[in-house]
């Protein structure tokens, strides 16, 4: 059962959501300087005059300043592309910094720390790859059919085994790092308030979809879908009780459109892919993809997210998944 929600709740849940917010931008800024002086120090080792050509890149001037293909014109497997993009992913290991000194000094949020580790419900190997396979497949099914409409025309652009995997262990920390703070601290905190795992879902979801409509492209469309993507990501948390399987899946779906495919993640294109739009093809709008912010703000992809949360949440009620609540001994128990 849900309990009545309060007016010291409603601005308790404010500031949780302000909160999140402020660690966000903190994390991201900190982490942004860091790893950018990082990466452009690791890049003048390569290159002469590297230092000062990847720090103008990565902090403003973009794949440009390093002579390398800006969106909508072509792409590159050269290793230059493949630090600046690794560069760009890298950022927000920031924000994994900001939420884990939070949430170690927080007596009240500490226990939020006990769902990150294997112990935790299905944290397991097995249900990381799920994710993954999830996220892939998703994804997949979504770029295939803007290729199949006529919207988009792919071609192999090439392949570094060792640039693609730096460049996936590099969006993981970036993907992962938004399910710490929204899946993981932020969905909690909002069911310790209100005790009800469905609102939580609905809020967080919100707040996803919200930090995305700064982007390129950004649309009613595409803030409907993220709401949607961001839903299925905290299903995987909430009825699977496994962050594990939600981390995997936001690490696959980016990395499948931005990196396999070279399309726009939310708005955002990296020059480094292993295929991209074909040479003197032009992307088309299409009920499969927006050629500013990608399949994200296509209707298909809405429909392929929506299908995705229904089945899930079937799934688990086939299966009698109950969605856990750690703070159980302090609020009444969440309903599904």
Request: hydrophobic share 50%; glycine share 10%.
């Amino acid at each position: 059962m849900n309990r009545r929600i309060s007016l010291r709740d409603i601005l308790s849940l404010a500031g949780s959501y302000l909160w999140t917010i402020a660690l966000i931008i903190a994390g991201s800024l900190v982490g942004a300087v860091l790893t950018s002086a990082l990466i452009s120090a690791l890049y003048g080792l390569m290159a002469k005059d590297g230092i000062h050509l990847m720090w103008d890149a990565l902090t403003g001037e973009g794949p440009a300043a390093l002579g390398l293909p800006v969106q909508g014109a072509g792409y590159s497997i050269s290793w230059t592309s493949i630090v600046y993009t690794a560069g760009r992913y890298l950022a927000p290991v920031g924000i994994w910094a900001a939420f884990l000194l939070y949430l170690a000094h927080s007596k009240t949020s500490r226990p939020i720390l006990g769902i990150l580790g294997p112990h935790y419900g299905s944290n397991t190997l097995r249900h990381f790859v799920l994710g993954l396979g999830l996220g892939c497949a998703l994804n997949g099914i979504c770029v295939l059919a803007a290729a199949l409409s006529g919207s988009i025309h792919l071609s192999f652009i090439g392949t570094d085994a060792l640039g693609l995997i730096l460049v996936f262990v590099c969006v993981f920390i970036q993907a992962s790092a938004e399910e710490l703070a929204v899946r993981c601290y932020l969905y909690e905190r909002t069911l310790r308030t209100c005790g009800s795992s469905t609102l939580s879902i609905v809020l967080t979801s919100a707040l996803f979809a919200l930090l995305h409509l700064t982007n390129q492209g950004a649309s009613l469309v595409s803030c409907l879908n993220i709401f949607l993507i961001g839903t299925f990501f905290c299903l995987l948390v909430a009825k699977l009780r496994s962050p594990w399987s939600a981390f995997g899946c936001h690490t696959a779906w980016n990395f499948t459109q931005a990196v396999l495919f070279g399309l726009p993640n939310s708005g955002v294109t990296t020059p480094f892919a292993l295929f991209g739009l074909a040479a003197g093809t032009a992307p088309q709008a299409g009920f499969a993809y927006d050629p500013l912010f990608g399949i994200e703000a296509s209707p298909f992809c809405g429909m392929v997210c929506a299908a995705a949360c229904v089945a899930l949440i079937f799934y688990a009620r086939s299966h009698k998944l109950v969605p856990d609540n750690i703070w159980q001994d302090k609020t009444t128990p969440s309903a599904s």
